[in-house]
């Protein structure tokens, strides 16, 4: 029991909130390489410490149904994909043919966005893919040389090909792959849910990028499931939950392994053939 309440004291401190010093010396001296492991397998924690995160003082600062004009909100990367507004929401679709990288599409925020985060949605999957995945990018940035400027829509045509090297190689952001499938043979895909950390300057690809806690086999993301998303970014942590009818859970990253990312755009990637519904899009940030 004590070790479990030492790696929930350890979550708290790593999304910043409060813990007093005598809590946090204690913690300091008592975590271990084994309790970091505790914190990914502690569903327990996990659920309470989002929970108390989700009702800090967020306010609302984007917020898109998706039944109306998706241009009032939002840039595109591709010209064969395509976003249409429905009842239902937003949906976006990338091209059909798969391995052609003109087939991918990015929908990025028009707003640029700062400090600590939370972002929600409903997904719902509309394609019947065994392949390929789904990204939301966080606080997406340029790396800052020349060409790549900090602010990404001053080299949006470089990604009118959506090739994902333009985005790992030239990119400060958050990628979380979900509805992601591919780590398997073709007739029996496994899907999974990962975060990274891209460092574009590193000029190693995707090496070194992946934040510890991959989750795999999730049951997630099955064909016309609505799911509630959200996603919360505070201080040195990454949340995210996933519920539908039947299931929900809670995912957790330390970014504290990589070079802290403090502000940028917001993205949801397609790779090819992948398809989805996006409604009720908010973008909060915490009030001080």
């Known amino acids: 029991m004590l070790v479990r309440l030492v790696s929930l004291s350890a979550i708290f401190m790593a999304a910043g909130c409060g813990i007093n010093s005598a809590d946090k010396n204690t913690t300091d001296k008592n975590i271990t390489d084994n309790n970091a492991t505790l914190i990914q397998n502690d569903m327990t924690d996990k659920q309470a410490v989002f929970n108390q995160l989700n009702e800090l003082a967020w306010q609302q600062v984007l917020f898109d149904s998706g039944e109306q004009n998706w241009r009032d909100n939002w ?40 400090g600590d985060i939370k972002i929600d949605f409903e997904y719902t999957r509309t394609d019947n893919a065994e392949l390929f995945v789904n990204v939301l990018y966080l606080l997406a940035t340029g790396e800052q040389t020349p060409g790549f400027d900090k602010d990404i829509m001053n080299w949006a045509e470089h990604r009118q090909e959506p090739f994902m090297r333009h985005y790992f190689g030239k990119m400060n952001t958050y990628h979380i792959s979900y509805a992601a499938f591919g780590l398997g ?104």
């Open 75 to 114: 840039l595109v990367d591709g010209l064969v994909g395509t976003i249409e507004n429905t009842p239902q929401g937003m949906h976006i679709k990338a091209g059909p043919e798969a391995y052609n990288h003109a087939h991918h599409i990015v929908a990025w925020t028009k707003q640029s966005f700062s």
């Open 185 to 288: 043979e073709v007739d029996a895909p496994d899907d999974y849910i990962r975060a990274r950390r891209y460092m574009p300057l590193a000029n190693q690809g995707l090496k070194d990028t992946a934040l510890e806690g991959d989750n795999i086999n999730t049951g997630f993301f099955k064909t016309g499931v609505r799911h509630q998303v959200s996603v919360i970014k505070k201080g040195d942590a990454l949340w995210m939950k996933v519920a539908n009818p039947e299931q929900s859970q809670v995912y957790y990253w330390s970014t504290a392994s990589h070079p802290a990312i403090t502000e940028g755009r917001i993205g949801v990637r397609h790779m090819f053939t992948r398809s989805a519904l996006y409604r009720n899009f908010t973008v909060s940030t915490l009030t001080h």
